[in-house]
């Protein structure tokens, strides 16, 4: 049975003051609908490879509020996530992560948005997180692994949805 850890909830304005946020702004040749609907698709994010499952525990349709589960590494960490933000018009959403079976983080989220470009589409994916205050040095060493983790996340986005020269 999986021992869950409860972190603390927030805003969007986390996105801003975290004390470790990684932005990454990835230009794909796909257009802006398509990357929106493979990132609100049922098993979102398939193409990452790190990313064992992610799944929707919430019905269609997704909004506010909506839940949904993500393993990474093969399950050695699990998430449970929470959906602060949810627009399909503007095509954003984010989300806080309410609970974790590794007990790293004080709090955890992350920000998706999806713009049109002249040819294709770009997309910038915020990860913003804090760490629980007995591991922070634990987690500040970590970063190199966090940033190698994102950075696998994006490869695998490029190569699913093809990269697009920077204008």
Partial sequence: MTHWFDLEPVGADFFDTAPHIFTYSIDLTAQPDDVWAGLTADEPL???????????????????GTRRIAEVGGGAMQMREKFITWD?????HSFYVEQSNVPLFQSFAEDYRVDELAVGSRLQWTFAFSPRPKLSLAVRGGLPVNSLIFSS??????????SAPRH
């Fill in 88 to 92: 399909d018009e503007t095509r954003r």
């Fill in 46 to 64: 398939s193409w990452c490879r790190l990313l064992t499952k992610v799944h929707y525990t919430s019905p269609r349709p997704y909004g506010v």
């Fill in 153 to 162: 996340f994006v490869r695998d986005t490029k190569r699913h949805f093809g």
